[in-house]
């Protein structure tokens, strides 16, 4: 289109002829005006071909992304994590010094493995000879070091913490504050130490300004009441407490059920599977047991304690001959590896489930594993606790009876045979279920089509941390 100042100011009566009369006029400079526009033609096409040139050039020379940093947004929905390279200090200067972690022996063989333990030999003929290789002595307190390794190995990891939805702190916790916990040769600072240092290090990061924190997440191996000391005199660090430490998640076999930044994960068990065969083929090994009892127990008493719920539940067992197992561990008769506990779970319909020296204890997912039923006294054992990994409805996989009314001289035994077979079944099939997600898996990338207790875990805090990003959400 001409500018508006050079059209003609008449209207001409032909436009059709004035057209084809402008066109004719144009024929003596033809020639110039197209070799003209083939020179600039040729100029763009040129031009273009160098611009491509040069980026296909820039794309084969880079070097190219680990294997972690190729996926795509939509095989991470919830976004990725990028893990802190903390000094050794932290974490494994601590297992090499295994012998150290505490004061009464040497630690090593215990946090072997990859945290897994020594192999469960004592299994065989207990278990499936084929899943024998998928079971170890595994620690309660090694959660530290199993999410460490898989966190390296996390399909949804990234090496560009610029793109990074979450920060994971690879700090171990409980390992640096356990050999401190047992005599009095060690002070508060000592207990707190490892803890201080860490958030030192970790503010001077750039990315925790970003967010003051509330997108970073750590495993602390332990209890939540061992890093919450309060006086100096007290049990365990303060390491919850400490500046700093108040937006960052904390994965806890043990959370506060009133601090929104404890998660409550699954303790450790003994059972790795290395495949998702090995899940299906354990859940039809449980399924089709033979259960003789109609509960179990396994525990010990706790002699001190006054009023030891505990030894009540020992004598309401005892004294149901023919109805329930007992595994009496007092001493350290279930610590060197016996597997008179999986078998008492395997053969039980039901297993008893008090709180253990806090409210929760690793036995509650040996059970489940077993395809035993849990029957809790607490609340705040399981249902507060661990709300991403078990079935939203308590009553569809364990039985609930209050701790005053077995105090007050509730028959434990009435109960649990009130229910109908079919409605034992029912429960069974929902542990069953669940098994993938409260057990952790062998291989460090985790199982293939099959999310176990870390998928759940850290995916459910790349959700929390999405939701923390909604106007107004933090506080």
Not at 321 to 338: A, H, I, L, M, P
Request: charged share 25%; glycine share 6%.
């Amino acid at each position: 289109m001409l500018p508006l100042s050079d059209t003609p100011s008449h209207k001409p009566s032909k436009p059709e002829l004035d057209r084809k009369n402008s066109f004719t006029t144009l024929k003596p400079y033809l020639p110039r005006t197209w070799l003209i526009f083939f020179i600039f033609f040729l100029q763009i096409l040129l031009l273009l071909t160098a611009r491509n040139f040069h980026t296909s050039t820039v794309l084969t020379t880079r070097q190219p992304l680990p294997e972690s940093n190729a996926i795509g947004d939509t095989e991470c929905p919830s976004g990725k994590v990028f893990v802190y390279d903390l000094p050794p200090f932290f974490n494994t200067e601590l297992l090499e010094n295994c012998h150290e972690l505490n004061p009464w022996g040497s630690r090593c063989d215990t946090y072997s493995n990859d945290g897994f333990g020594r192999s469960a030999t004592k299994l065989a003929g207990v278990i499936p000879e084929s899943l024998l290789g998928a079971w170890f002595w595994t620690d309660q307190f090694a959660s530290e070091i199993i999410y460490h390794n898989r966190m390296l190995n996390y399909r949804c990891r990234t090496l560009d913490a610029e793109s990074a939805t979450a920060y994971y702190i690879p700090f171990y916790a409980g390992l640096a504050v356990g050999k401190y916990l047992w005599t009095e040769n060690y002070t508060a600072e000592d207990r707190d130490r490892h803890c201080h240092m860490m958030l030192n290090w970790v503010h001077d990061q750039p990315y925790w300004k970003k967010s003051d924190g509330w997108d970073h997440f750590i495993t602390m191996g332990r209890i939540t009441w061992d890093f919450r000391r309060s006086k100096e005199e007290g049990w365990g660090s303060r390491c919850i407490y400490l500046p700093g430490m108040r937006n960052i998640t904390r994965l806890l076999i043990e959370r506060n059920s009133w601090d929104y930044f404890d998660v409550g994960v699954p303790y450790p068990t003994g059972f790795h599977p290395t495949s998702p065969s090995d899940v299906t083929t354990w859940q039809e090994f449980v399924r089709t047991r033979t259960r003789a009892t109609l509960f179990c127990f396994a525990g010990a008493t706790r002699g001190l304690i006054k009023n030891d719920f505990r030894g009540l539940l020992l004598n309401q067992c005892y004294n149901s001959s023919g109805y329930c197992r007992v595994v009496d561990c007092g001493g350290s008769k279930c610590s060197n590896g016996t597997s008179l506990i999986l078998e008492s779970f395997l053969g039980s319909d039901f297993c008893l489930q008090p709180r253990g020296d806090s409210f929760t204890r690793r036995s509650i997912f040996d059970c489940m594993i077993a395809g035993s039923i849990p029957v809790f006294f607490w609340n705040r054992t399981a249902y507060s606790q661990y709300e991403w990994f078990l079935p939203g409805q308590p009553e569809s996989y364990s039985v609930f009876i209050d701790k005053k009314e077995v105090l007050n001289g509730k028959s434990i035994k009435e109960v649990l045979e009130n229910f109908k077979e079919d409605e034992v079944r029912k429960m069974r099939e929902k542990v069953i279920e669940y098994i993938p997600r409260i057990v952790y898996a062998k291989p460090h990338e985790g199982l293939e089509g099959m999310k176990d207790a870390f998928d759940v875990a850290v995916e459910g805090v790349l959700n929390r941390i999405k939701d923390q990003e909604q106007e107004g959400f933090k506080w």
